[in-house]
Nanobody, 122 residues
Framework: QVQLVESGGGLVQPGGSLRLSCAASGSIFSINSMGWHRQAPGKEREFVARISSDSGTTYVDSVKGRFTVSRDYAKKSVYLQMNSLRPDDTAVYYC????????????????WGQGTQVTVSS
């Protein structure tokens, strides 16, 4: 069984910062990519950022220069540092991880966290 638990969401004023955390636990052999998606009210879920197993990063254009994704391999965790937040960043943020649970698995399975609310408002 694998769980991803997120923390760090909340209410922040425009221009402020938040740091989201997500930790994976359970039966895990290896983790490939980790990252974040978000879903704003009335909109589809969208990709935000990812970090690969060799620490390569990718971002959606709207957050480039403002958000930074990082990971701690020993803690099986991924983080999202969000600076210069704007009202249109308001959404539920979901972390994900591509996990191989056992050494004999050739392919990873994507697991998701439960989501954490980020609200940017004055």
């Amino acid at each position: 069984q694998v769980q991803l638990v997120e923390s760090g969401g909340g209410l922040v004023q425009p221009g402020g910062s938040l740091r989201l955390s997500c930790a994976a636990s359970g039966s895990i052999f290896s983790i490939n990519s980790m990252g974040w998606h978000r879903q704003a009210p009335g909109k589809e879920r969208e990709f935000v950022a990812r970090i690969s197993s060799d620490s390569g990063t990718t971002y959606v254009d709207s957050v480039k220069g403002r958000f930074t994704v990082s990971r701690d391999y020993a803690k099986k965790s991924v983080y999202l540092q969000m600076n210069s937040l704007r009202p249109d960043d308001t959404a539920v943020y979901y972390c994900y991880a591509d996990i191989r649970r056992y050494w004999w698995e050739n392919l990873s399975t994507t697991y998701w966290g439960q989501g954490t609310q980020v609200t940017v408002s004055s």
